[in-house]
């Protein structure tokens, strides 16, 4: 899924024709797996088996938001595998955990979570949104690869990049991302 159609980006970089077409879609996309990996979400929903490693109250599941869980085994070695009953999981901000306060067996991957992660179309929070347009802005603006600009006595300038506003946006999304 698209977190941003050309529809909108067009709309708000207020853009009318198709000249620039190609040049906001990649823009769309450049930000759309910016975003994904600052904030550590996925924008589309994927059912995902992955291997966790135990100790605490938390397993963490890698794709974000976790939308629900299916399976959970302890893997003690090759041979010896323990599914978890269902009802004795749930998830709480993007964490599974244990009913009744039960730490996960300490080990490197020794769980196999099957559990479903990522964005429905609906869902995304519009503040991703938002500060993903303003990425998208900050880069159509300055498509020259200028920072300052002058003509006829006014002048502008851009911030670095990750000193932009968007990234304040951003930054109430972020867990665990792996940029910045």
């Known amino acids: 899924m698209a977190l941003i159609t050309r529809e909108e980006a067009k709309e708000f970089l207020e853009v009318a024709h198709a000249a620039q077409d190609l040049r906001i879609d990649l823009m769309i996309a450049g930000a759309q797996n910016y975003v994904e990996k600052y904030c550590g979400v996925a924008f589309s929903e994927e059912t995902k088996v992955e291997t966790l490693d135990g100790g605490g109250f938390a397993l963490w599941p890698t794709r974000r938001p976790v939308l629900s869980v299916s399976k959970v085994e ?31 067996f300490k080990g490197r991957n020794n769980y196999r979570a099957t559990y479903i992660g990522g964005y429905k179309d609906a869902d995304v929070p519009p503040g991703l949104k938002l500060g993903t347009l303003d990425m998208i802005r900050r880069r159509y603006d300055n498509r020259g690869g200028v920072s300052n600009q002058s003509v006829a006595g006014f002048s502008t300038g851009w911030q670095k990049f990750t000193e932009a506003d968007f990234i304040a946006e951003l930054s109430a999304f972020r867990k665990g991302g792996i940029i910045g």
């Open 74 to 104: 302890f893997i003690e070695d090759l041979t010896n595998i323990d599914t978890i009953e269902v009802e004795n999981i749930r998830v709480a901000d993007d964490q599974i955990i244990r009913t009744h306060r039960i730490r996960w």
